[in-house]
């Protein structure tokens, strides 16, 4: 086990390049179950969670081969075995092996995904989008079954805008007999990344982006080579840190429109952007204005960046309400941030925050991933060395971050914790 320190205070300058997008990534990996031919993704950020989701594609019979950011994967000998524990657990986004191996095999058991603890993430409209299309969904022994004779086309409505459920819904049925309408389907960019892998493999999709997505389900699917999207919460993290603590820094390799939401909030602080075709320029202001921030479904403000915002919040002047609607308990990093000299409150499903307060280096820990961002940014800005421990969490969205972050300015390390410190800091 290791923890990350940080030396705050320290301006950053220079250019940062944006990774593959993490989200589309532990879809894409899935999807490539359902062709019969090799499926080449390039592009993909080198974070552990494709590491977790390459030994289970290997533990149903695929062959996986990585070279760099390229991964290529062979599912001809892949079979519908069992997935009932050990890397399930790992992540929540292995539940995409279960639209994935039923499209394929019109069967599929696993067991209960894991991930980070954001509060209830129920995957009922994965079920009742299974179900919709002729499939049986049981809970057997702690793992979930799903099976069908055959796949058949369905009209299937969306209790709410689930970007899992699109994408598993999607999974399942382009190889389903007949037709498909997903309705109130979600619109975030990493559908339409996936929607383009499955294209490319010979799928029938349109109007992924939208709130309808129409599937004609095809027999086969082959092999493709693919590349993935930037990642816009990696970038959407580094605008927040680099309007925090930035002298100028030029974030490379992005799609500024699936930032939309975020630019407009850094630019009601005061924070200069400046556009370009795969670039963004980003410089602070002298001082901060405080705003109020409420997360949505896309293309509202992502709940992935609310917590790293609430960490700027604290240099702006004045108080701001943070709301989550996607996630009204993923507030787990307030309590580390008061640590640090923060002046925020918690309550039910939204935080206030009041500035402009120095933050002080501490030692606090990363509950999730995006928390474990918001501490990165906040021990960046502090005065003084901050110690996160949690280091997992981080590692598991954000590639090569402290190479990334030292290479324009900052300066953080690894250390390793022992033992005897490791039990003394879990009691805490």
């Given at each position: 086990m290791h923890k990350l320190m940080i030396e705050g205070g320290r301006p950053l300058e220079g250019t940062l390049r944006v990774s593959g997008a993490k989200n589309s990534a532990v879809a894409l990996l899935p999807a490539a179950i359902l062709a019969e031919s090799p499926v080449t993704i390039e592009g993909l950020p080198d974070i552990s969670d494709l590491e977790t989701l390459s030994g289970l594609l290997r533990e149903i019979g695929g062959e996986v081969t990585e070279e760099g950011r390229t991964i290529h994967i062979d599912p001809s000998g892949m079979a519908p075995l069992a997935l009932p524990n050990g890397r399930v657990k790992k992540l929540r986004a292995?539940?995409?092996?279960?639209?994935?191996?039923?499209?394929?095999?019109?069967?599929?058991?696993?067991?209960?995904?894991?991930?980070?603890?954001?509060?209830?993430?129920?995957?009922?409209?994965?079920?009742?989008?299974?179900?919709?299309?002729?499939?049986?969904?049981?809970?057997?022994q702690g793992s979930i079954c799903i099976r069908a004779e055959k796949l058949k086309g369905a009209r299937i409505y969306l209790d709410m805008a689930s970007v899992g459920a699109t994408i598993n819904i999607m999974l399942a049925a382009v190889r389903a007999e007949g037709k498909t309408l997903i309705e109130n389907a979600a619109k975030e960019p990493e559908i339409i990344d996936v929607a383009t892998l499955l294209s490319s493999m010979g799928a029938n999709i349109k109007g992924a982006g939208t709130d309808v997505v129409r599937i004609e389900g095809v027999e086969h699917l082959s092999g493709c080579r693919h590349t993935i999207i930037p990642d816009r919460i990696e970038a959407g993290t580094y605008a927040i840190l680099a309007s925090a603590q930035g002298n100028g820094v030029i974030l490379d390799n992005v799609i500024p429109q699936h930032l939309?939401?975020?630019?407009?909030k850094l630019r009601e602080t005061g924070v200069t952007i400046e556009e370009k075709d795969d670039q963004l320029y980003i410089r602070p202001p002298e001082t901060y204005k405080s705003v109020d921030v409420k997360t949505f479904v896309y293309p509202g403000f992502p709940t992935d960046l609310q917590q790293p915002f609430t960490s700027l919040l604290t240099k702006a002047e004045g108080s701001a309400v943070v709301t989550d609607t996607i996630y009204p308990s993923r507030f787990k990093h307030i309590d580390e941030l008061r640590r640090m000299n923060a002046k925020v409150k918690e309550y039910e499903g939204y935080a206030i925050v009041e500035g402009p307060v120095p933050l002080q280096g501490a030692r606090v820990r990363a509950s999730d991933l995006r928390a474990g961002a918001a501490l990165v940014i906040a021990g960046l800005m502090a005065d003084g060395v901050?110690?996160?421990?949690?280091?997992?969490?981080?590692?598991?969205?954000?590639?090569?971050?402290?190479?990334?972050?030292?290479?324009?300015?900052?300066?953080?390390?690894?250390?390793?914790?022992?033992?005897?410190?490791?039990?003394?800091?879990q009691k805490y």
């Open positions: 292995s539940y995409y092996f279960m639209g994935a191996m039923l499209g394929r095999f019109n069967k599929a058991v696993l067991g209960m995904p894991g991930g980070c603890h954001l509060g209830p993430r129920p995957i009922d409209q994965h079920i009742k989008g299974f179900e919709a299309l002729g499939a049986e969904v049981t809970n057997e939309d939401s975020l630019l407009a901050t110690e996160i421990r949690g280091v997992e969490h981080i590692e598991r969205g954000y590639e090569n971050m402290v190479e990334k972050l030292n290479s324009i300015g900052a300066n953080m390390w690894y250390e390793e914790i022992s033992e005897t410190k490791q039990e003394q800091f």
